[in-house]
Nanobody, 121 residues
Framework: QVQLVESGGGSVQAGGSLRLSCATSGNIFMIGDMGWYRQAPGKERELVATITKGENTIYADSVKGRFTVSRDNTKNTVYLQMNSLKFEDTAVYYC???????????????WGQGTQVTVSS
């Protein structure tokens, strides 16, 4: 099985910073894109940022210039540095990894358990 373990969520005042981490473990042969999604109460899950194996990045317009996604391929870990946090960033943040468990298997999507980020105004 493949497991994604997130850490780093919490509560912070507006203007503050948090750093999320997501470590991938288990029986995984290849990891492709890694990234973060979030879901606020009453809203659909949305993409926050994604990073390819070649470290190309995509960001939601709402977080550009404030958030930075990065990865450490030696640790199978993806990070999300969040600066200048706003009240509207409050959500449960989910780590997402695309990968394969063997060369013969199809690409699969794996999700973390979610970590709460709460920004107070």
């Amino acid at each position: 099985q493949v497991q994604l373990v997130e850490s780093g969520g919490g509560s912070v005042q507006a203007g503050g910073s948090l750093r999320l981490s997501c470590a991938t473990s288990g029986n995984i042969f290849m990891i492709g894109d890694m990234g973060w999604y979030r879901q606020a109460p009453g809203k659909e899950r949305e993409l926050v940022a994604t990073i390819t194996k070649g470290e190309n990045t995509i960001y939601a317009d709402s977080v550009k210039g404030r958030f930075t996604v990065s990865r450490d391929n030696t640790k199978n870990t993806v990070y999300l540095q969040m600066n200048s946090l706003k009240f509207e960033d409050t959500a449960v943040y989910y780590c997402h990894v695309e990968g394969r468990r063997s060369p013969l298997r199809e690409r699969e999507h794996y999700w973390g358990q979610g970590t709460q980020v709460t920004v107070s105004s």
